[in-house]
């Protein structure tokens, strides 16, 4: 067991440009989630797979973040046109099925917009 | 209204002191509840889970649930430097985890 795996780690990037994020989970866990965290916050809750299936989207997510998991192994998190507000660590956790099975995250990846 | 609360903090203990951090929900559905550490600049780091009322106990750390007060807390026995970190409190509903703001603790040598 390699735990959560996420790359790259850091990414600098100018506004307006497009950005991919990846994260592998942990092999035998159906549930992956993307969370974003910002400076004296909570992770805010992005998206949800169980499987290959996208099963739930935050509202207040933009059109602009889109999210895949093909196969149901690893994730990409994709943001378009990026701005500023974006900056944020990006965390991937994955989990077993069931509501006493905890979230195991990733070392995250740091996106900074300039 | 969050569906966890925090106090923010920062709270400061000496080390060898007991650190007491708390948590409140407001979603009476919710089952499983749990601590996760973080250290500046790092990912969340799962310490302790929870899922029935009362006490469990880990080492250093109890977890305490009051399912009808809708109330979880973390102690921390003999503190150390090492504690000195964020703490999160999450409870997960169904599929759905939600994290408080997190607990800023330092621990004074």
């Known amino acids: 067991d390699t735990g959560v795996s996420q790359n790259p780690r850091h990414k600098i990037t100018k506004r307006g440009q497009n950005v991919t994020f990846r994260c592998d989970p942990i092999s035998e866990h159906n549930r992956l989630y993307w969370y974003r965290q910002t400076l004296g916050q909570g992770p805010e809750f992005l998206t949800y797979f169980q499987n290959e299936a996208q099963l739930e989207k935050s509202r207040l997510l933009s059109d602009r973040f889109s999210a895949e998991r093909p196969k149901g192994s690893f994730s990409t998190l994709e943001i378009q046109r990026t701005e500023q507000g974006d900056s944020a660590m990006y965390l991937c956790?994955?989990?077993?099925?069931?509501?006493?099975?905890?979230?195991?995250f990733g070392n995250g990846t740091r996106l900074t917009v300039t | 209204q969050k569906e966890v609360e925090q106090n923010s903090g920062p709270l400061s203990v000496p080390e060898g002191a007991i650190a007491s951090l708390n948590c409140t929900y407001s979603?009476?559905?919710?089952?499983?509840f749990f601590w996760y550490r973080q250290y500046s600049g790092k990912s969340p780091e799962l310490i302790m889970s929870?899922?029935?009322?009362g006490d469990k106990e880990d080492g250093r750390f109890t977890a305490q649930l009051n399912k009808a007060s809708q109330y979880v807390s973390l102690l921390i026995r003999d503190s150390q430097p090492s504690d000195s970190a964020t703490y999160l409190c999450a409870s997960c509903t169904g599929n759905q985890f939600y994290f408080g703001t997190g607990t800023s603790l330092t621990v004074i040598p």
């Open positions: 956790a994955s989990s077993l099925l069931g509501d006493r099975s905890p979230l195991h």
């Open positions: 929870i899922y029935s009322n």
């Open positions: 979603d009476r559905g919710s089952q499983s």
